[in-house]
Antibody
Framework: EVQLVESGGGLVKPGGSLRLSCAAS????????MNWVRQAPGKGLEWVSF????????HYGDSVKGRFTISRDNAKNSLYLQMNSLRAEDTAVYHC??????????????????????WGQGTLVTVSS | DIQMTQSPSSLSASVGDRVTITCRAS??????LGWYQQKPGKAPKHLIY???TLQSGVPSRFSGSGSGTEFTLTISSLQPEDFATYYC?????????FGQGTKVEIK
């Protein structure tokens, strides 16, 4: 069974740091790109960050750029999110999400289409004094 | 950044109703759009990729359509287990962006 289990959430003061982990199982972790997506209490979903399968490429949302760092350890089937300079508005449930894709169209003009599946249950980060 | 405008933000419907949710992208995104369902206290569940392809195991009453900037999710006959919040997500470029969500409630 494909499974993603997050850990590392908790209560932290503004300006503090926290490191989230995501343990992956049931699939070849080293062949998939991964993402973090968060959801503030009572709010919608917000994409946070992406990392390619071999860590060559990373992307970040504007609200976390320069403060958060995504990384992975393929030998340990683990994904991480280092969060620094935390703010009250970073309070959210953070989900680890696998990035899946398939080639769409013919070999000359086709492209990859992507989707997020599965999602971990999430870990709650609360930033408050 | 690509903005995704989802409507309506909420709707009330009865079991058996046909329901349509719309997402509009601020620029063309081909068919790089997915739909996700979230129930309270649960992680989102993937329903549709490439705008119209049903994920394995998703009931056929769900369908998606559209390309470019206009997309729709349709539930042909609403079932009790379909009451949830639905989100669109563009996978065309970074940063990835979600629609604001549509909460489907029981009338």
């Amino acid at each position: 069974e494909v499974q993603l289990v997050e850990s590392g959430g908790g209560l932290v003061k503004p300006g503090g740091s926290l490191r989230l982990s995501c343990a992956a199982s049931g699939f070849n972790f080293n062949t998939y790109s991964m993402n973090w997506v968060r959801q503030a209490p009572g709010k919608g979903l917000e994409w946070v960050s992406f990392i390619s399968s071999s860590s060559t490429y990373t992307h970040y949302g504007d609200s976390v750029k320069g403060r958060f760092t995504i990384s992975r350890d393929n030998a340990k089937n683990s994904l991480y999110l280092q969060m620094n300079s935390l703010r009250a508005e970073d309070t959210a449930v953070y989900h680890c999400v696998r990035d899946d894709s398939v080639w769409w169209g013919d070999i000359l003009t086709g492209y990859y289409v992507h989707w997020f599946d599965p999602w971990g249950q999430g870990t709650l980060v609360t930033v408050s004094s | 950044d690509i903005q995704m405008t989802q409507s309506p933000s909420s709707l009330s419907a009865s079991v058996g109703d046909r329901v349509t949710i719309t997402c509009r992208a601020s620029q063309g995104i081909r068919n790089d759009l997915g739909w996700y369902q979230q129930k309270p206290g649960k992680a989102p569940k993937h329903l549709i990729y490439a705008a119209s392809t049903l994920q394995s195991g998703v009931p056929s009453r769900f369908s998606g359509s559209g390309s470019g900037t206009e997309f729709t999710l349709t539930i042909s006959s609403l079932q009790p287990e379909d009451f949830a919040t639905y989100y669109c997500l563009q996978h065309n470029s970074y940063p990835r962006t979600f629609g604001q969500g549509t909460k489907v409630e029981i009338k």
